[in-house]
Nanobody, 121 residues
Framework: QVHLVESGGGLVQPGGSLRLSCAPS????????MGWYRQAPGKERELVAT???????NYADSVKGRFTISRDNAKNTVSLQMNSLKPEDTAVYYC???????????????WGQGTQVTVSS
C-alpha cells in the first residue's frame, strides 16, 4: 500500500527559512504532478505550489519569489524551499502527489499526513 512520507516543518522566526520534503513509500508505476497545499486554522486548504512532470511550476501569488518547489525524479521526491517566511505562512502543509499504481491504472491523488509550519517570534 502506498502512502506519502513528509519531513521538515517546525517553528521558525519571521524572515527565516524551512525546507519540506515528501516522497511516496511503496510500489507504484509512475509519478505525475507533485505539489504542496496548506491549511491555516479556520481556513480552507489552498494551493501553495505544483510542479509537473516537465517541471513546469505554478505558485500561489502569496508565495511567489519566496518559495521554490523542486522535484528529484531519481529519488521520487518533491521539496519546498520556503524563504522569507511570514507569520501568515503558518499552517499545516500537505504534500500531494499523483501516482499511477500500475500500468493499467490512471493517476490518483495521494496526500501526506501534513506537517506543521509555525512562523512566530
Amino acid at each position: 500500500q502506498v502512502h506519502l512520507v513528509e519531513s521538515g516543518g517546525g517553528l521558525v522566526q519571521p524572515g527565516g527559512s524551512l525546507r519540506l520534503s515528501c516522497a511516496p513509500s511503496g510500489t507504484f508505476y509512475s509519478i505525475g504532478t507533485m505539489g504542496w497545499y496548506r491549511q491555516a486554522p479556520g481556513k480552507e486548504r489552498e494551493l501553495v505550489a505544483t510542479i509537473s512532470t516537465l517541471e513546469t511550476t505554478n505558485y500561489a501569488d502569496s508565495v511567489k519569489g519566496r518559495f521554490t518547489i523542486s522535484r528529484d525524479n531519481a529519488k521520487n521526491t518533491v521539496s519546498l524551499q520556503m524563504n522569507s517566511l511570514k507569520p501568515e505562512d503558518t499552517a499545516v502543509y500537505y504534500c500531494n502527489i499523483e501516482l499511477r499504481i500500475r500500468i493499467t491504472s490512471w493517476y490518483i491523488d495521494y496526500w501526506g499526513q501534513g506537517t506543521q509550519v509555525t512562523v512566530s517570534s
